[in-house]
């Protein structure tokens, strides 16, 4: 009996640690995908020819190109 408790314990916990290894996969897959399309949109703002000047609900500009 003390043998079937202890496999049991012992797949829970890979199954955790499965769960736990599969979640920070996701979290490290869409943060990558978002510094790539922040850097993409960067790039956009940054290279038009007009001026762009993106501000918050406190007018704190978080965002401005060359051209402003």
């Known amino acids: 009996m003390v043998i079937f408790w202890t496999?049991?314990?012992?797949?829970?916990i890979?199954?955790?640690?499965?769960?736990?290894?599969?979640?920070a996969y996701a979290v490290r897959k869409t943060s990558?995908?978002?510094?790539t399309e922040?850097?993409?949109?960067?790039a956009i703002i940054d290279n038009l020819e007009e001026g762009v000047i993106a501000y918050?609900?406190?007018f704190t500009i978080f965002v401005f190109n060359r051209a402003a």
């Open 38 to 42: 922040q850097d993409r949109r960067a």
């Open 56 to 58: 918050d609900e406190n």
């Open 14 to 23: 890979a199954l955790v640690g499965l769960f736990i290894f599969s979640q």
């Open 7 to 12: 496999i049991l314990t012992a797949a829970v």
């Open 32 to 35: 990558s995908a978002l510094s």
